[in-house]
C-alpha cells in the first residue's frame, strides 16, 4: 500500500515546485492538478529524474593488476550512492 504522507506540511509547495522543473528537465509536459493522460514511461522518468537529483550515484572506474595472471589488466567499477 503506497503512502503518500508529507511528514512536512509546509514543504508541499516545495516539492510541487521540484517536480514540476524536474519534468521539464526530462521534457514532460506536466501541469497543475490530475496528470491521467501521462504513460507510465513519463511519470516514471519524471520520479527518475527527481530520485537522482536527490540521491546522485557516482560512478568511478579503477584499473588494477590482475592478480592471476601476470601483466594483464582489469577494469573494476565502484557505484556509490550518495545521501544528502
Known amino acids: 500500500m503506497a503512502r503518500n504522507n508529507i511528514l512536512v506540511p509546509q514543504a508541499k509547495e516545495a ?21 491521467g493522460d501521462l504513460t507510465s514511461k513519463q511519470a516514471g522518468s519524471v520520479g527518475g529524474q527527481m530520485v537522482n537529483i536527490v540521491c546522485p550515484v557516482r560512478t568511478v572506474k579503477c584499473e588494477r ?20
Not at 593488476?65 to 544528502?84: C, D, F, K, M, S
Open 15 to 35: 516539492l510541487e515546485k521540484f517536480k514540476m522543473e524536474s519534468a521539464a528537465e526530462v521534457g514532460v509536459n506536466l501541469k497543475n492538478g490530475y496528470n
Open 65 to 84: 593488476q590482475n592478480r592471476v595472471v601476470a601483466g594483464h589488466r582489469t577494469v573494476v567499477t565502484y557505484e556509490v550512492g550518495v545521501g544528502v
